[in-house]
């Protein structure tokens, strides 16, 4: 008999649910993943794009899963009291789970599931943060202290990558309860095939944007706030009359992005998932100028559409990702001089650096946090 793993976490997802697919269809475990903010079920209105998502790719098939009742008054995945599940630790204990894996501690249900579990069957974590951000002071002695608490909750938590584990160890966590989980996307969508024919198509978008086929393109692809700092690349794309600049997303400072942008500089609206694999194809060099980014997913996504890759030194991902002057340069955070060499270094190697991006992105996959995920629960 196969063992069971209750799987918690707030909403599906395109980062995790095709990983939750996989894991129901290998058949080495048995899965349930119990979805708590029942109110994201079928859409979800994302403030920092400032619009309603919906993601246009199958996020709840092949695997079994239920959506948990939230009573929070102000549902929602972005406050602790706005995940609130009654019957959560009932339906788990009725589903007769052998372990449970939850991602993110700071939900009410969530941190009562760990502390519930805890000392009755095997409590997993996935999260992705990091010490990137601390600032010395009476809060962080706090926090740290808070955060000890938490995790003595858990048995094992599933690290993303270098940063996350320096995270887990200052926090009380033990070197054996750290299991290395590569932090992945689904890397065969993004690949390109004579199927897919995505370079094909980002050629045929690059001419309806205007940019030829000589033409270098520099792109920075997601939400337009403070936190990622696009702003960055608008004031170094004035130094580049010579290159094309690509921004794609929506967010608050949308406006004053288009206000202080130069004729080099074009914008795309917000994409959805199915074309963002010819997408990142449409630029030469993927730049990810964040000034705090626990992981950066997008890296990944750039990197298996063989992309050179720009990334500040405050994205979480770099110092595994990211290798200088081999796919790509990491660069100071918010500091426009060094950005600016960089795209510099970075302009006649982007086809080297592309190649090398997919090449090391392939261990860094869904089969690798599979095999983690089954190894330990079997």
């Known amino acids: 008999m196969m063992n069971k793993l209750a799987i918690i976490i707030t909403h599906p997802i395109q980062y995790y649910s095709p990983l939750f697919k996989l894991l129901a269809e290998r058949k080495k475990i048995q899965i349930k993943v119990f979805y708590t903010w029942e109110q994201a079920e079928d859409k979800i209105y994302d403030h920092k794009f400032g619009k309603e998502i919906k993601w246009d790719i199958p996020l709840l098939e092949v695997y079994d899963y239920t959506f948990v009742k939230n009573i929070s008054k102000n549902p929602n995945s972005g406050s602790f009291k706005g995940v609130v599940n009654p019957t959560l630790n009932s339906e788990i204990e009725n589903w007769q789970a052998d372990a449970i894996l939850v991602f993110g501690w700071n939900h009410h249900s969530h941190f009562k599931a760990m502390r519930y579990f805890k000392g009755k069957i095997p409590v997993f974590f996935r999260g992705d943060s990091t010490l990137l951000d601390e600032k010395a002071g009476l809060k962080t002695i706090l926090r740290r202290l808070w955060l000890k608490f938490v995790y003595r909750f858990i048995d094992y938590a599933f690290y993303v990558g270098t940063n996350n584990k320096n995270y887990y160890l200052k926090h009380g966590l033990k070197q054996k309860q750290l299991i290395f989980a590569p932090h992945a996307i689904d890397n065969e969508r993004f690949y390109d095939s004579a199927d897919k024919k995505y370079t094909e198509k980002a050629q045929i978008w690059r001419k309806k944007l205007g940019f030829s086929s000589s033409d270098t393109v520099l792109a920075f692809i997601g939400k337009f706030e403070n936190k990622k700092n696009p702003l960055l690349i608008i004031k170094a794309a004035r130094f580049f009359p010579q290159y094309r600049f690509l921004f794609v997303g929506n967010g608050h400072l949308e406006q004053e992005m288009k206000k202080q942008a130069g004729e080099n500089v074009k914008f795309l609206p917000f994409q959805n998932q199915s074309i963002m694999p010819v997408v990142y194809r449409i630029s030469d060099i ?23 890759v720009l990334v500040s030194d405050k994205v979480g991902c770099a110092i595994d990702l990211v290798k200088d002057n081999k796919n790509g340069y990491i660069f100071e955070s918010n500091n426009l001089d060094d950005l600016k060499e960089k795209i510099k270094l970075s302009v006649n190697k982007y ?8 090449e090391l992105i392939k261990d860094w996959s869904f089969m690798e946090i599979i095999k983690r995920i089954e190894s330990t629960v079997q």
Not at 286 to 308: D, H, I, K, Q
């Open 351 to 358: 086809d080297k650096f592309g190649i090398e991006s997919e």
């Open 286 to 308: 993927f730049v990810l100028p964040s000034v705090s980014e626990t992981w950066g997913l997008a890296v990944n996504e750039a990197m298996a559409c063989s992309r050179a």
